[in-house]
């Protein structure tokens, strides 16, 4: 059983890396040229911004955690999840989220890590939706203002499909979300109807009262975690001011590894790239949204750098998916280790029980 475990969760790493380290050869195999060394060896690198860089990854991950502490403490007052549990929590979410498509696998792991922590399951969901949330409100808000600046550049042609697919799933989730929160009792229907679809595969049984009511009592701790925000607006407001500084942080990473390799940093035209790259890879498309990732930087910072530095998109492109997402997917992996004792132990199985 432990084999099959480790077996299922080493095909999407190996997917994931294989795909990212594929489109990383490819772009350096169009890009690298004696140019690209000539550059490296006159221009002088500035090691302390990709210090820095690395430095606003982990500030990056405490901010998730500040935000993940004021949504539980509002919405279950019993349970005090401190700052380090918190970052620990998100650091140990960040392995299947690198896996997974939409960053999805980490959902799961923060809703069972509070629950561990002495929240409910529906407290929990209710926690960890609120940050999906507060993050689809901040990108629709911003994406406008992010095409706005990138629309007289070729890239946004080149993009335009994957933009508007990205926008039209994240409206979608948004309104089904709204409607979980306001339309408790059809969300009741709709999963008893799915269990009872899902038992006849199940090898355990259990009665079928006991299931309606674990899963209405679940439904109504979700649905009162999200009344609580109207007595706790303060926090919902917090909340969203560190969403937009955890997202401000994560964006400003390219620019630091820009001016380590002696180029424009273009601040904000780097950050609207950032949003119209975090839509893309939000859709649920590879694990991990690599490859994706790949081209949507090498198709955005392409245009940025500029032909005249062009052969220095592919070892920008490697230094920035080390520093977001190789990282991410290491640190990750040593914290689920350290907390499941195996980086292939955590399962659906496990938050069922």
Known sequence: MVKKKQKTIKIPILISLTLSLTIIILILYFTLNPETLNKLTTTKIK??????????????????????????????????????????????NLFLACITPSMAGGEPVRIHLLKKNGMSIGCSTATVLGERLLDAIFILAVVPIAVYIFKDKPSIQFLNAG????????????????????????????????????????????????????????????????TCFKEEKSALVEAGIVTILFWSTGFMIPSMI????????????????????LVIIMMPTTPGSAGVAE????????????????????????LYRFITYHMNLIAGAIFQYRIFKSVASFSIDMIKK
């Open 258 to 277: 820009l001016l380590g390799l002696g180029l424009e940093p273009f601040f904000i035209d780097s950050y609207a790239a950032q949003i119209l790259l």
């Open 295 to 318: 081209i949507g930087i090498f198709g955005l910072y392409g245009v940025l750098i500029g032909t005249g530095q062009a052969s220095l998109i592919g070892v920008f492109i490697i």
């Open 163 to 226: 933009l508007g697919i990205g926008v039209i799933v994240f409206t979608i989730l948004l309104i089904l979300f709204l409607y979980a929160i306001f339309r408790p009792e059809k969300v009741k229907t709709f999963l008893i109807f799915i269990s009872k679809k899902l038992s006849r595969f199940s090898k355990i049984r259990e009665s079928e009262m006991k299931i309606i009511k674990k899963i209405s009592d679940e439904v109504d701790e979700f649905h009162n975690g999200f």
């Open 47 to 92: 090691y302390e911004f990709f210090l820095i860089a690395v430095l606003l990854n982990i500030l990056y991950w405490i901010l998730w955690g500040v935000r993940l502490k004021i949504l539980s403490r509002a919405i279950d007052k019993k349970v005090k999840i401190g700052l380090l549990e918190s970052i620990k929590i998100v650091i140990a």
